[in-house]
């Protein structure tokens, strides 16, 4: 079977099919680096792409960490450590997490911590009190929530 070539592109035409790439929804630097070299442009090319879609707006990495953050912390009801990390994961800069973590409404996110704890503790089959403790942290852990966070959460759910 054959390999079916890869369709080069003039710097011209890449610059408009990743207009519609960032247009769609927010995109990285990252992101948008590597579909442009997907294209088979030169390195030179695709940082100058890079600069103007910038310029123009169609790549901001502060907008791509705002939308991030709420979507993983109010869809998915991550922690923010989960969330900090698959930022870092994107190659966003500690500025732009920083803008990004803002968009975290501290009572909200105490309202999902308690929010999976409750379901998980329902669904646990752990009869042992100390395993399924553990079991209890450990799940809201993986999901990103402070160890502090958790604790308090687990008090409250056992008074």
Known sequence: ?????????????????????????????????????????????????????????????????????RGKYGLKRWGRRKIMQGLKSKGISDYCIKQGMKEIDPELYEQNLLHLLEKKNTTEKEKNPFTRRQKLSFYLMSKGYESDLVQDALKSLES
Request: charged share 35%; glycine share 2%.
């Open 1 to 69: 079977m054959e390999k079916k070539k890869q369709k080069t592109y003039t710097p011209k035409e890449a610059l408009i099919k990743a207009a519609a790439y960032c247009a769609y929804q927010d995109r990285t630097q990252q992101e948008v680096r590597t579909k442009l070299y997907s294209y088979g442009l030169e390195p030179d090319d695709v940082e100058e792409l890079i600069m103007r879609l910038s310029q123009e707006k169609l790549i901001d990495e502060e907008r791509y960490a705002q939308s991030y953050v």
